[in-house]
């Protein structure tokens, strides 16, 4: 007799006669009724310090996000984002952004939250001093397990539960906003009929915002500075000017498969790792240029 054997013996001596645990009962969420939903859903949200808005019209989800605009320079906005809802400020890097907009993939009314996912990006949702989170009324769910039963397999790498500004009290029993993410959370909820409201095509998404980063300094993870020139026509390549007065082009297949992977679930440590991810999934021998991807990708917030 193995020793696997053996110890599997052992078990099967030591539990015989012993009586069956009996498996729990199935939860049965509560049912709420969708305004009774989006009103707890609002209460809960509003004692936490967030703004909640109930919107039903386009007009009026323009007007939202033109109010949270207001004296504001700069934006991050994540990539799910419907094109009529991102934001007309010029786009920044997260860390440089005042204003962050993301779309939830639910909420949930019975802790009011928003649910957001990392393939938006978290430097986006946890950096900007402000964030303008979009949440259709068709997600707004009464409970948690309700929203995570209905967002089970949907193959994001991580998920985030915002149920309010960031906030704490740790030193002095003083409570200060913004310590750990934004100190604002500004909700709009979308009553209005989603069709036409969809993400526009991903790669035309992702070209604007690299057309957007024309003229910015970046940074390597190597220190190594680069400017941005722009893109190419018809928009396949992104040139750079390097410090030392040369010029690179970046193939921007490179930077669509790097988010496509990324937002597939992805979440590499380094230039390297993310080259070498990008390199097998195209069929590359080698990581393509992986200090200037991992830049853009950083402007962009994804990394």
Do not use: C
């Not at 996000?65 to 207001?70: G, I, V």
Request: hydrophobic share 45%.
């Amino acid at each position: 007799m193995s020793a696997r054997d053996r110890v599997l013996y052992r078990v099967r001596r030591a539990l015989t006669g012993r009586p069956e645990a009996a498996l729990p009962a199935v939860i049965a969420p509560e049912e709420r009724d969708p305004e009774e939903a989006f009103a707890l859903f609002r209460t809960r949200l509003e004692a936490a310090g967030a703004r909640v808005a109930r919107l039903d019209s386009l007009e009026e989800a323009r007007g939202f996000l033109a109010e949270a605009e207001s004296g504001l320079q700069s934006a991050w906005a994540g990539a799910g984002v419907p094109e009529a809802l991102r934001p007309r400020l010029p786009l920044a890097e997260p860390e440089r952004a005042r204003l962050g907009v993301s779309l939830a993939l639910a909420g949930v009314a019975e802790t009011g939250s928003v649910v957001l996912t990392a393939r938006e990006g978290r430097r986006g949702q946890l950096l900007v001093p402000r964030h303008l989170v979009w949440l259709f009324a068709g997600d707004l769910f009464g409970s948690l397990l309700e929203a995570l039963r209905r967002l089970r397999g949907g193959g994001v790498s991580a998920l985030a539960l915002h149920s309010g500004p960031s906030k704490s009290a740790d030193i002095g029993q003083i409570m200060v906003k913004g310590v750990h993410g934004p100190g604002e959370l500004w909700v709009g909820v979308l009553t209005f009929d989603s069709v036409g409201l969809e993400a526009s095509d991903r790669s035309v998404n992702l070209e604007e915002r690299l057309k957007g980063l024309t003229g910015r300094v970046l940074t390597t993870k190597e220190n190594q500075t680069l400017t941005v020139v722009g893109l190419s026509k018809p928009g396949n390549t992104l040139y750079l000017a390097l410090a030392n007065g040369k010029k690179e082009g970046l193939p921007v297949k490179y930077v669509k498969k790097a988010v496509e992977l990324i937002e597939a679930g992805i979440s590499p440590q380094g230039p390297k790792e993310l080259g070498e991810a990008v390199a097998k999934a195209l069929g590359l021998k080698g990581p393509p240029k992986a200090g200037y991807l991992w830049a853009i990708l950083h402007a962009l917030g994804y990394v």
